[in-house]
Nanobody
Framework: QLQASGGGLVQAGGSLRLSCAAS????????MGWFRQAAGKEREFVAA????????YAQDSVKGRFAISSDNAKNTVYLQMNSLQPEDTAVYFC???????????????????WGQGTLVTVSS
């Protein structure tokens, strides 16, 4: 089970940190990913971190502003979001890819378990 939290309303230029707490399985053996879905749009990849610590970010849209990290002791993955812009407004989801060989995938269909999502709203 994945529990995402930390969303909210923030002004443009502000920051938020999202958390994804995993229960029932340890994040140290899987890839954890963050995706987002804006109203009327498809779900899109944001960032992922593998069990070995490898990371991948969506090009252009978030690289340099967002950072993914994990705390294995807390079985939690974080997404630090800085310099937020109105176009970052979306529901953010965390997900688990249990294929330990694949590495950091950006494809939603390669993730097996999803959290419920947390809403991030950035006002201009």
């Amino acid at each position: 089970q994945l529990q995402a939290s930390g969303g909210g309303l923030v002004q443009a230029g502000g920051s938020l940190r999202l958390s994804c707490a995993a229960s029932g399985r340890t994040i140290t053996t899987y890839t954890m990913g963050w995706f987002r879905q804006a109203a009327g749009k498809e779900r899109e990849f944001v960032a992922a971190i593998s069990w070995s610590g490898g990371v991948k970010y969506a090009q252009d849209s978030v690289k340099g502003r967002f950072a993914i990290s994990s705390d294995n002791a807390k079985n939690t993955v974080y997404l630090q979001m800085n310099s937020l812009q109105p176009e970052d407004t979306a529901v953010y989801f965390c997900a688990t890819d249990i294929d330990s060989v694949r590495g950091t995938s950006s494809r939603p269909d390669e993730y097996d378990y999803w959290g419920q999502g947390t809403l991030v709203t950035v006002s201009s």
